[in-house]
Nanobody, 124 residues
Framework: QVQLVESGGGLVQAGGSLRLSCAASGRTISSSTMGWFRQAPGKDREFIAAISWRSTTFYEDSVKGRFTISRDNAKNTVYLQMNSLKPEDTAVYYC??????????????????WGQGTQVAVSS
Protein backbone atom coordinates (compact mmCIF):
# COMPACT_ATOMS: atom_id res chain seq x y z
CA GLN A 1 0.00 0.00 0.00
CA VAL A 2 1.26 3.45 -0.93
CA GLN A 3 0.15 6.71 0.63
CA LEU A 4 0.65 9.84 -1.47
CA VAL A 5 0.46 13.45 -0.29
CA GLU A 6 0.62 16.34 -2.74
CA SER A 7 1.68 19.87 -1.87
CA GLY A 8 2.71 23.07 -3.61
CA GLY A 9 -0.52 24.16 -5.21
CA GLY A 10 -1.81 27.70 -5.04
CA LEU A 11 -2.86 30.80 -6.94
CA VAL A 12 -0.50 32.20 -9.55
CA GLN A 13 -0.74 34.71 -12.37
CA ALA A 14 -0.56 33.60 -15.97
CA GLY A 15 3.06 33.11 -17.01
CA GLY A 16 4.09 32.18 -13.50
CA SER A 17 5.48 28.95 -12.08
CA LEU A 18 4.68 26.42 -9.40
CA ARG A 19 6.37 23.23 -8.26
CA LEU A 20 4.16 20.44 -6.99
CA SER A 21 5.55 17.74 -4.73
CA CYS A 22 4.21 14.27 -4.07
CA ALA A 23 5.60 12.57 -0.97
CA ALA A 24 5.12 8.82 -0.81
CA SER A 25 5.10 6.55 2.21
CA GLY A 26 4.45 2.89 2.83
CA ARG A 27 6.40 1.74 -0.21
CA THR A 28 9.43 2.92 -2.09
CA ILE A 29 8.61 4.66 -5.36
CA SER A 30 11.85 3.50 -6.97
CA SER A 31 10.01 0.45 -8.30
CA SER A 32 6.86 2.32 -9.31
CA THR A 33 5.58 4.27 -12.26
CA MET A 34 4.54 7.70 -11.06
CA GLY A 35 2.03 9.97 -12.75
CA TRP A 36 0.42 13.38 -12.46
CA PHE A 37 -3.17 13.99 -13.50
CA ARG A 38 -5.49 16.96 -13.23
CA GLN A 39 -9.22 17.51 -13.09
CA ALA A 40 -10.98 20.77 -13.85
CA PRO A 41 -14.59 21.36 -12.75
CA GLY A 42 -17.02 19.47 -14.94
CA LYS A 43 -14.27 17.63 -16.78
CA ASP A 44 -12.77 14.17 -16.63
CA ARG A 45 -9.48 13.53 -14.90
CA GLU A 46 -6.76 13.86 -17.52
CA PHE A 47 -3.20 12.64 -17.85
CA ILE A 48 -0.46 15.27 -17.53
CA ALA A 49 2.84 13.49 -17.12
CA ALA A 50 4.42 10.23 -16.03
CA ILE A 51 7.87 9.01 -15.14
CA SER A 52 9.00 5.42 -15.37
CA TRP A 53 11.14 3.59 -12.86
CA ARG A 54 14.08 4.33 -15.17
CA SER A 55 13.12 8.04 -15.18
CA THR A 56 11.87 8.04 -18.76
CA THR A 57 9.29 10.83 -18.98
CA PHE A 58 6.01 11.19 -20.86
CA TYR A 59 3.86 14.30 -21.29
CA GLU A 60 0.46 15.28 -22.56
CA ASP A 61 0.86 17.50 -25.61
CA SER A 62 -0.54 20.69 -24.05
CA VAL A 63 2.11 20.73 -21.30
CA LYS A 64 5.17 19.64 -23.29
CA GLY A 65 7.93 22.20 -22.95
CA ARG A 66 6.23 23.84 -19.96
CA PHE A 67 5.98 21.09 -17.34
CA THR A 68 8.73 18.80 -16.09
CA ILE A 69 8.22 15.64 -14.03
CA SER A 70 11.07 14.31 -11.94
CA ARG A 71 11.67 11.90 -9.12
CA ASP A 72 13.99 11.75 -6.11
CA ASN A 73 14.01 8.14 -4.97
CA ALA A 74 16.14 8.97 -1.93
CA LYS A 75 13.37 11.29 -0.72
CA ASN A 76 10.59 9.03 -2.05
CA THR A 77 9.16 12.09 -3.74
CA VAL A 78 7.99 13.02 -7.22
CA TYR A 79 7.84 16.58 -8.49
CA LEU A 80 5.99 18.48 -11.19
CA GLN A 81 7.64 21.76 -12.17
CA MET A 82 5.10 23.91 -13.99
CA ASN A 83 6.29 26.96 -15.93
CA SER A 84 4.51 29.42 -18.23
CA LEU A 85 1.22 28.62 -16.56
CA LYS A 86 -2.01 29.43 -18.37
CA PRO A 87 -5.56 29.95 -17.05
CA GLU A 88 -6.55 26.67 -18.70
CA ASP A 89 -4.09 24.87 -16.39
CA THR A 90 -6.45 25.63 -13.49
CA ALA A 91 -7.49 22.32 -11.91
CA VAL A 92 -6.98 20.00 -8.98
CA TYR A 93 -3.71 18.15 -9.55
CA TYR A 94 -3.33 14.56 -8.42
CA CYS A 95 -0.28 12.36 -7.95
CA UNK A 96 -0.66 8.65 -8.67
CA UNK A 97 1.44 5.51 -8.38
CA UNK A 98 1.39 2.20 -10.19
CA UNK A 99 3.37 -1.00 -9.58
CA UNK A 100 3.17 -1.72 -13.32
CA UNK A 101 6.46 -0.72 -14.89
CA UNK A 102 5.77 -1.43 -18.55
CA UNK A 103 3.96 0.02 -20.32
CA UNK A 104 3.74 3.40 -18.60
CA UNK A 105 0.09 4.15 -17.97
CA UNK A 106 -1.54 7.31 -19.30
CA UNK A 107 -5.07 6.76 -18.06
CA UNK A 108 -6.39 6.94 -14.49
CA UNK A 109 -7.47 3.30 -14.44
CA UNK A 110 -3.80 2.22 -14.69
CA UNK A 111 -3.00 3.75 -11.29
CA UNK A 112 -4.33 2.11 -8.10
CA UNK A 113 -2.84 4.64 -5.66
CA TRP A 114 -3.81 8.31 -5.50
CA GLY A 115 -3.16 11.38 -3.42
CA GLN A 116 -5.88 13.72 -2.19
CA GLY A 117 -5.06 16.42 -4.76
CA THR A 118 -3.81 19.99 -4.61
CA GLN A 119 -5.56 22.98 -6.17
CA VAL A 120 -3.81 25.06 -8.81
CA ALA A 121 -5.47 28.28 -9.93
CA VAL A 122 -4.02 30.48 -12.68
CA SER A 123 -5.41 33.98 -13.07
CA SER A 124 -5.35 35.88 -16.34
Amino acid sequence: QVQLVESGGGLVQAGGSLRLSCAASGRTISSSTMGWFRQAPGKDREFIAAISWRSTTFYEDSVKGRFTISRDNAKNTVYLQMNSLKPEDTAVYYCAASPVLVPVGKTPDKYPYWGQGTQVAVSS
